[in-house]
């Protein structure tokens, strides 16, 4: 089976930078992505991390270490509009079919 | 536009009848899955489907059941099985092979009386 952690809430301050952790245990791991939901709303894919390392979008940047199970979402300059919930889900292998399984999600509130 | 489209918004049943939601994408999506999301939890996968015809069981297919006639098509019943049905519905679709990225529908908020 796959299991991921992440911090349930987290604050910062507009313009600041914000780290969300994530640290997975997973059969079959391929790899981790990283998805943004505002409340109501659907979630919206942020970014994959297949290989160890960081993959930058724009103002966010995805982090990747296999050999620690762990990775994270950075958030720079952040923005009011960044206030939402950021689920990893781990992609792996289960029953001989591809499979995503979601972490319980971190609330990231941006305070002025 | 291409997308995936769920409908209702919001649908309200009483305890004890079935319903299905309704799940449509024009992205040309071989895989489709269905999630349960309760309030503050993360995503619980339902069914999913990687082609036509075939569906596996997720973490929490009990009370659940999919069908996958169409490649556009991947509609979820609810019956009256499910203990606690109540609770946000989201659809999405990924390239084959392609788990990683999905597309979501806006999702169906269900309750049931």
């Known amino acids: 089976g796959q299991s991921l952690e992440q911090p349930s809430e987290v604050t910062a301050v507009e313009g600041a930078i914000v780290q969300i952790n994530c640290t997975y245990q997973t059969s079959g791991f391929y790899g981790l992505s990283w998805y943004q939901q505002h409340d109501g709303g659907a979630p919206t894919f942020l970014s994959y991390n297949g290989l160890d390392g960081l993959e930058e979008t724009g103002r966010f940047s995805s982090f990747l270490s296999r050999s620690d199970s762990y990775g994270y979402l950075l958030l720079q300059e952040l923005q009011m509009k960044d206030s939402a919930s950021y689920f990893c889900a781990g992609r792996g292998i289960s029953g001989g079919y591809q499979k995503v399984t979601f972490g319980t999600g971190t609330k990231l509130q941006v305070i002025p | 536009d291409g997308g995936i489209t769920q409908s209702p918004k919001y649908l309200f049943r009483k305890e004890g009848q079935n319903v299905t939601l309704s799940c449509e994408q024009n992205l040309n999506h071989d895989a489709m899955y269905w999630y349960r999301q309760d309030p503050g939890q993360g995503l619980r996968l339902i069914y999913y489907?990687?082609?036509?015809?075939?569906?596996q069981k997720g973490d929490i297919a009990e009370g659940y059941s999919v069908s996958r006639e169409k490649k556009e098509s991947f509609p979820l019943t609810v019956t009256s099985a499910q203990k606690n049905p109540t609770a946000f519905y989201l659809c999405?679709?990924?390239?084959?092979?392609?788990?990683?990225?999905?597309?979501f529908g806006p999702g169906t908020r269900l309750t049931v009386l």
């Open positions: 489907s990687q082609i036509v015809n075939d569906f």
């Open positions: 999405a679709s990924s390239m084959t092979g392609r788990t990683d990225t999905q597309y």
